[in-house]
């Protein structure tokens, strides 16, 4: 984990410096970038969830919905600034996770993949038949055009998503996730309470998600469900935390990354649809050959999942 | 026997070569087309969608802006202030993904440093893409971005040349009006997004002022995959007028389940759906006596400088590309005409000099006259109704552009 924290600290160096970079580049790198700063939040978000507790969450997409629409309506129809309605999209996220995931968190393996999708389709059709939401049509936001705002704010997002990662990774809780994620009856018999801290665990997600929903929804001005619940977003989260490394501190930014740069080059070569195939490719041969994605390749820790040195790692850590 | 470790740097380096060739390939083929802008070249950007579920619209829109591109390459280009331009047309696919237009949309003004845009297909790209027009004040003209929604934020570099959203079904209910015996009863099916409710909410006002009587209105989710459940209750209230509110997909499930269930009603119409080609080969001779609102028919009268006619457009369009054009090709194409006329009414290639011409623009195309009020919607044209009769696209409204008389009513399934 020592070079994980490392490479994480080196992260945030990096990324502290990318705030000086805006005045500097023009309007489509500001774009790419605060995209990907926002897809990698995404995927620093479901990590916690996925990657360290090894509940792999189809249904993260509603909370960066929710987020989005929380925000939309507390500007709207509230008219309240920015600052307070993004307050309100990250309280609305952790609370939803709370309330769903004290039931839900109880399932394993697909049967929580399958009821976390279900979640997400559902409260897209909810949403699209609420009055106040706009329904089907959607909701507008006042309009900011200052996009380095948006820049910063995401950049912020990602910031805190990663020093979060790096502090619960050494923290007991960061632990227990772990161990739940090995083997929760044996977790349980350590005196891990994993309801509490998958629930937890799910929250910080929910939280980070929706905190990027509500930036999101404010920088584009216009929300409508099919938008802020499109399942490729889980998708990609899940696709970018898996190439980086699930379960490692700053895999899912990396993974986010080189997706996002394969994207953004093939993307803007053509408007055949091979680009989308090209990707589909790439992705496909990622999970299949790279299981453990590439953070083992940057740390030089292509052991951890051997026994002994996890045990060796757990007893230099002194949990 | 090879180490774990082994096997995965292999794979490792394996990965690594195969993506970096992909790249390489995909860079390589784009790379050498590229020349350098010239400046006798005007160069427009759109970002379509080439993929995803409005991949075939997209694709209409881009035949509508590629025909009207070489059209007028092949008679020198436009002049502007003078001087003959050829033009050019930079795309991007979009995805059919609202957020993704306008990334592609600040891509063309920023990084490619393009003064002026064709909007994507679509109301809510189009919504998205305003933003961004508006922000960096490049203009945009708008051929199939119909909801009014784009046009209440007190923009002012948008400029949409079709008819506004709560006109599209409008004309089948005046058809409806001077059939005997007059059809009262009516169904509206919608699908539940913005641009779709903007139509169903224009056609149900005016069905309730011109005394027709709502039997059945419903809203369905927009990517749905069945419509039977919807079906059996419409036929439950047996309508004398169906009307679908949505985009092809949907008609042509709508109409698939009607069948399947036998719902006769004495008119069917759609918003989107019946004018494209694909309505008619999917369909076969189900889809005779289908109605459809239209921007535009191959019927209608108008003329104008650089296409000459509607008829004359057609003819050109149908020698090109093997088939008639359809609404979504005209209004692109005119979104075009409309965009050149500004530039030669400027006489100048700056962005707020086309813009100020976009706003003070009357002129007549094949397409219709085009003149925008302060919003930027136009404020002259109305909307046609095409009929399907004997798999072909026949004009039956408005009555003076009329080719053929309406089939009504509509012959039981089996005898279309």
């Known amino acids: 984990m020592q070079a994980g924290r490392r490479l994480a600290y080196g992260a945030l160096v990096v990324l502290a410096l990318s705030a000086l970079l805006p005045p500097h580049l023009n309007g489509n790198w500001v774009h790419v970038l605060t995209l990907f700063f926002m897809m990698s939040s995404l995927a620093q978000a479901w990590n916690l969830i996925g990657g360290f507790a090894g509940y792999a969450s189809f249904g993260n997409v509603t909370f960066f919905g929710v987020g989005a629409y929380a925000c939309a309506y507390a500007m709207n129809a509230l008219h309240w600034p920015f600052a307070t309605a993004f307050l309100l999209a990250v309280v609305a996220g952790a609370a939803l996770a709370a309330v769903l995931g004290w039931p839900i968190l109880r399932l394993r393996g697909h049967y929580f993949a399958i009821a976390t999708l279900g979640i997400a389709i559902g409260m897209q059709a909810l949403v699209a038949e609420l009055p106040p939401l706009g329904k089907g049509s959607g909701?507008?936001?006042?309009?900011?055009?200052?996009?380095?705002?948006?820049?910063?704010?995401?950049?912020?997002?990602?910031?805190?998503?990663?020093?979060?990662?790096?502090?619960?990774?050494?923290?007991?809780?960061?632990?227990?996730?772990?161990?739940?994620?090995?083997?929760?009856?044996?977790?349980?018999?350590?005196?891990?309470?994993?309801?509490?801290?998958?629930?937890?665990?799910?929250?910080?997600?929910?939280?980070?998600?929706?905190?990027?929903?509500?930036?999101?929804?404010?920088?584009?001005?216009?929300?409508?469900?099919?938008?802020?619940?499109?399942?490729?977003?889980?998708?990609?989260?899940?696709?970018?935390?898996?190439?980086?490394?699930?379960?490692?501190?700053?895999?899912?930014?990396?993974?986010?990354?080189?997706?996002?740069?394969?994207?953004?080059?093939?993307?803007?070569?053509?408007?055949?649809?091979?680009?989308?195939?090209?990707?589909?490719?790439?992705?496909?041969?990622?999970?299949?050959?790279?299981?453990?994605?590439?953070?083992?390749?940057?740390?030089?820790?292509?052991?951890?999942?051997?026994?002994?040195?996890?045990?060796?790692?757990?007893?230099?850590?002194?949990? | 026997m090879v180490s774990a470790t082994d096997r995965h740097h292999r794979l490792f380096a394996f990965l690594t070569g195969i993506t970096a060739a992909a790249v390489l390939a995909a860079g390589g083929a784009a790379v050498l087309p590229q020349t350098a802008a010239a400046d006798d070249v005007i160069t427009f950007g759109a970002a379509l969608s080439a993929t995803g579920r409005d991949a075939r619209e997209g694709a209409l829109t881009k035949q509508g802006y590629d025909f009207w591109k070489d059209y007028v390459n092949a008679q020198g280009g436009i002049k502007v202030a003078g001087k003959m331009y050829k033009v050019d047309i930079k795309y991007y696919d979009d995805t059919s993904d609202p957020a993704t237009s306008a990334k592609l949309v600040e891509r063309l003004i920023t990084q490619d440093n393009i003064k002026f845009i064709l909007a994507p297909y679509g109301s809510s790209a189009t919504f998205a893409a305003s933003a961004i027009t508006e922000k960096y004040q490049v203009p945009m003209v708008d051929p199939n971005g119909a909801a009014e929604a784009i046009f209440n934020r007190g923009f002012h570099y948008t400029f949409a040349i079709l008819s506004p959203a709560k006109k599209y079904l409008q004309g089948i209910l005046e058809v409806a009006q001077t059939l005997?015996?007059?059809?009262?009863?009516?169904?509206?099916?919608?699908?539940?997004?913005?641009?779709?409710?903007?139509?169903?909410?224009?056609?149900?006002?005016?069905?309730?002022?011109?005394?027709?009587?709502?039997?059945?209105?419903?809203?369905?989710?927009?990517?749905?995959?069945?419509?039977?459940?919807?079906?059996?209750?419409?036929?439950?209230?047996?309508?004398?007028?169906?009307?679908?509110?949505?985009?092809?997909?949907?008609?042509?499930?709508?109409?698939?389940?009607?069948?399947?269930?036998?719902?006769?009603?004495?008119?069917?119409?759609?918003?989107?759906?019946?004018?494209?080609?694909?309505?008619?080969?999917?369909?076969?001779?189900?889809?005779?006596?289908?109605?459809?609102?239209?921007?535009?028919?191959?019927?209608?009268?108008?003329?104008?400088?650089?296409?000459?006619?509607?008829?004359?457009?057609?003819?050109?369009?149908?020698?090109?590309?093997?088939?008639?054009?359809?609404?979504?090709?005209?209004?692109?194409?005119?979104?075009?005409?409309?965009?050149?006329?500004?530039?030669?009414?400027?006489?100048?290639?700056?962005?707020?000099?086309?813009?100020?011409?976009?706003?003070?623009?009357?002129?007549?195309?094949?397409?219709?006259?085009?003149?925008?009020?302060?919003?930027?919607?136009?404020?002259?044209?109305?909307?046609?109704?095409?009929?399907?009769?004997?798999?072909?696209?026949?004009?039956?409204?408005?009555?003076?552009?009329?080719?053929?008389?309406?089939?009504?009513?509509?012959?039981?399934?089996?005898?279309?």
């Open chain 1, 139 to 319: 909701m507008t936001l006042p309009i900011n055009s200052n996009f380095h705002f948006f820049y910063w704010s995401m950049l912020g997002i990602l910031m805190a998503s990663i020093a979060l990662t790096a502090f619960i990774a050494q923290s007991r809780f960061g632990y227990a996730l772990v161990a739940i994620r090995e083997n929760e009856e044996a977790a349980a018999v350590l005196g891990i309470n994993a309801a509490r801290a998958k629930v937890f665990a799910w929250s910080l997600s929910a939280a980070i998600t929706g905190a990027a929903g509500a930036t999101y929804a404010y920088w584009t001005s216009f929300i409508d469900p099919p938008t802020v619940f499109d399942l490729n977003f889980n998708v990609l989260m899940i696709i970018m935390t898996l190439l980086g490394g699930a379960g490692s501190i700053v895999g899912p930014t990396l993974g986010a990354f080189i997706l996002s740069a394969i994207g953004e080059y093939l993307g803007a070569q053509s408007v055949s649809p091979w680009h989308t195939v090209v990707l589909g490719a790439i992705i496909v041969l990622v999970v299949v050959l790279l299981p453990r994605g590439l953070m083992p390749y940057l740390t030089g820790n292509l052991r951890a999942f051997n026994l002994n040195a996890l045990r060796a790692q757990l007893r230099a850590s002194r949990v």
């Open chain 2, 180 to 416: 005997k015996p007059r059809p009262v009863t009516l169904a509206v099916l919608a699908a539940n997004d913005q641009f779709s409710i903007e139509v169903a909410g224009g056609i149900r006002d005016y069905a309730k002022a011109n005394g027709f009587n709502e039997v059945f209105y419903s809203e369905y989710p927009p990517d749905t995959k069945d419509v039977a459940t919807l079906l059996t209750q419409v036929k439950q209230k047996n309508p004398d007028i169906i009307l679908g509110s949505g985009h092809l997909q949907d008609s042509l499930l709508i109409m698939r389940a009607a069948k399947d269930q036998g719902v006769q009603s004495k008119i069917i119409g759609f918003s989107v759906g019946p004018s494209t080609p694909d309505f008619i080969t999917s369909l076969g001779p189900d889809a005779n006596g289908v109605m459809g609102g239209a921007q535009w028919t191959t019927a209608l009268t108008y003329t104008d400088a650089t296409f000459g006619s509607a008829q004359r457009y057609t003819k050109l369009f149908q020698a090109k590309y093997g088939a008639l054009p359809d609404y979504h090709n005209a209004e692109s194409s005119a979104a075009c005409e409309t965009f050149a006329a500004a530039l030669a009414k400027a006489g100048d290639l700056d962005p707020g000099k086309v813009r100020d011409a976009l706003a003070a623009l009357d002129i007549d195309t094949f397409y219709g006259k085009i003149k925008f009020d302060s919003r930027g919607v136009n404020i002259y044209k109305p909307m046609a109704v095409e009929q399907i009769q004997k798999g072909v696209h026949e004009t039956v409204w408005p009555a003076d552009a009329a080719n053929a008389k309406p089939l009504f009513p509509l012959p039981p399934w089996g005898k279309r």
